[in-house]
């Protein structure tokens, strides 16, 4: 599944908008971080890497990629096996996003497949902001 140039703009121009300057220090005190478990020759995990590289980075929410067959998913280049990391080892069911509250390492909440990128945005930025409601954010 690839992403088309309006569902890749659409991406772009989602997240960063819960990255306000008041919320940065926020971010820093409190950090949630994302793990993303795939693989890289799965298309659905191919599009969600797509759409938190086009989100995500812009709004300065740390992403690692924990791919399953030890190679990256672009258009990320760096990754760690998820078979030895200590919270995407389990993680059966690709792609799977994690939130992880960095501090405690703790996962909060996670979203497994992928439909579409306005779907998936919905969905982290639904998760982002119950857990500001929640004081990790």
Known sequence: ?????????????????????????AMRDRPIGLILVGASWCP??????NT???????ASIPVLIASQDGKPIPPYGDFVEAAG??????IVQIPTLL??????QAVIHQISGFRN?????????S???QAQEAGYV
């Open 1 to 25: 599944m690839s992403m088309n140039r309006r569902d890749l703009l659409l991406a772009a121009a989602s997240l960063p908008a819960l990255a306000l300057p008041a919320r940065a220090q």
């Open 44 to 49: 659905f995990c191919k599009a969600a890497a």
């Open 52 to 58: 938190l590289f086009a989100s995500a980075e812009p």
């Open 85 to 90: 990391h200590p919270i995407a080892r389990d």
């Open 99 to 104: 939130f992880v509250h960095l501090p405690g």
């Open 117 to 125: 990128p306005r779907s998936y945005l919905g969905q982290i930025r």
């Open 127 to 129: 998760t982002l902001v």
